[in-house]
């Protein structure tokens, strides 16, 4: 069964600083997507980032990477140069199938970022 | 641009009532749609997901149902609610296929007293 584990309950990341939210996956499949999601005290979610899993570069967008390490079944967000306005919840998503068709996609427990001014 | 809207934002239903929530999106068409249920502090459940208006398939077996009458129309529903249903209720949308993004609405914090 395909499963999503985020370790880290709470960050704290100075301004300007980087931080690494983790995130281990688990499938057998071989066909994946890996996706992180931002969701503030708003309650919105806000899709950042996309990693496929036959995608050879790291995924960017911004000040957004994805450290994509495939043998070891993770997909880290590396959040360069951090804001204020990056606290907020972030979870990591995974959709097996993606080239059948799959639709199901599975979230983790999420990591709450604090970023200290 | 894709927009996507959610109603109503928050809903407070004693045990044993109906619940109908709405979702609908403008701007593309043919979307997948999905219905999820946020519990406090934790991450996201998948209640539904559909391909196209009337295909509905369900995740989790559970008092709710959900049906896509149009395109872009997607509701979430009860017959009778249970304290079990609280939570926040979230639709979103994502371009046919297996590989693209969801997008959220606002979402529906439901209350059942």
């Known amino acids: 069964a395909q499963k999503i584990t985020q370790t880290q309950p709470g960050m704290f990341v100075q301004e300007k600083e980087a931080v690494t939210l983790d995130c281990t996956y688990d499938?057998?499949?071989?066909?994946?997507?890996l996706f992180w999601y931002k969701q503030p005290s708003s309650g919105e979610m806000i899709f950042l980032i996309y990693q496929g899993s036959y995608d050879e570069q790291n995924a960017t967008e911004g000040r957004y990477s994805l450290n994509f390490q495939k043998a070891r079944k993770s997909a880290n967000l590396v959040i360069s140069a951090s804001q204020l306005g990056d606290s907020a919840m972030y979870f990591c998503a995974m959709r097996e199938g993606v080239g059948t068709g799959g639709f199901k996609t599975i979230f983790g427990a999420g990591t709450r970022l604090f970023v200290k001014a | 641009s894709q927009t996507i809207h959610q109603w109503p934002a928050t809903l407070v239903q004693p045990v044993g009532s109906p619940l109908s929530l709405e979702c609908t999106v403008e701007?593309?068409?043919?979307?997948?749609l999905y219905w999820y249920r946020q519990a406090a502090g934790r991450g996201l459940q998948l209640l539904f997901y559909s391909v196209g208006i009337g295909q509905i398939s369900s995740e989790v077996p559970q008092n709710l149902s959900a049906s896509r009458p149009q395109d872009r129309q997607f509701i979430l529903s009860s017959k009778k609610l249970l304290l079990s249903d609280s939570g926040f209720y979230l639709c979103a949308w994502s371009r046919a296929g297996g590989n693209y993004e969801q997008y959220f609405g606002p979402g529906t914090r439901l209350t059942v007293t």
């Open positions: 499938t057998s499949d071989q066909s994946y997507g």
């Open positions: 701007g593309t068409s043919n979307p997948n």
